[in-house]
Each structure stands twice: as structure tokens, then as C-alpha cells.
């Protein structure tokens, strides 16, 4: 089963502490709206994503199985 990123943008405020922390997955465009880059969690970007999760202000980021 694959892992995939799951932002829940009814409670984002686009603090953009996940994308400090790996911006080939996350990014803010100019109007502060968070996009998600690459929604697959790999063994390569794994530790950095929960990381973000962990780091999340609003707690607004997990990890789903798909």
C-alpha cells in the first residue's frame, strides 16, 4: 500500500515550517497557499516528511495510506 501526504487545508495556515523542512514536497506560491509538490512518501523523503508532520503549527499534515 502506498503512503501518500495529506495536507488538511481547512486548518493550514501556510506557516511554511514543512516546506523549511523539504521543499521538494511542499511550496508557498505568492498568494500564501500551500501546494503539495510530490504527494508520495518514499524511504528517501519519509524521515523529513514526518518530520514536518511532527513540526506542523496546526497539526494540518499526515501521512495516509492509499
Request: aromatic content about 4%; hydrophobic content about 40%.
Given at each position: 500500500?502506498?503512503?501518500?501526504?495529506?495536507v488538511?487545508?481547512?486548518?493550514?495556515?501556510?506557516?511554511?515550517?514543512?516546506?523549511g523542512?523539504?521543499?521538494?514536497?511542499?511550496?508557498?506560491?505568492?498568494?500564501?497557499?500551500?501546494?503539495?509538490?510530490?504527494?508520495?512518501v518514499t524511504?528517501?523523503n519519509e524521515?523529513?516528511?514526518?518530520?514536518?508532520?511532527?513540526?506542523?503549527?496546526?497539526?494540518?499534515?499526515?501521512?495516509?495510506?492509499e
Amino acid at each position: 500500500m502506498a503512503k501518500k501526504v495529506h495536507v488538511d487545508f481547512e486548518i493550514c495556515e501556510s506557516n511554511a515550517v514543512c516546506m523549511g523542512i523539504i521543499p521538494e514536497v511542499f511550496d508557498l506560491d505568492d498568494q500564501d497557499y500551500l501546494h503539495i509538490l510530490q504527494e508520495d512518501v518514499t524511504p528517501e523523503n519519509e524521515a523529513q516528511i514526518r518530520e514536518a508532520v511532527r513540526q506542523c503549527p496546526r497539526q494540518a499534515i499526515s501521512i495516509v495510506d492509499e
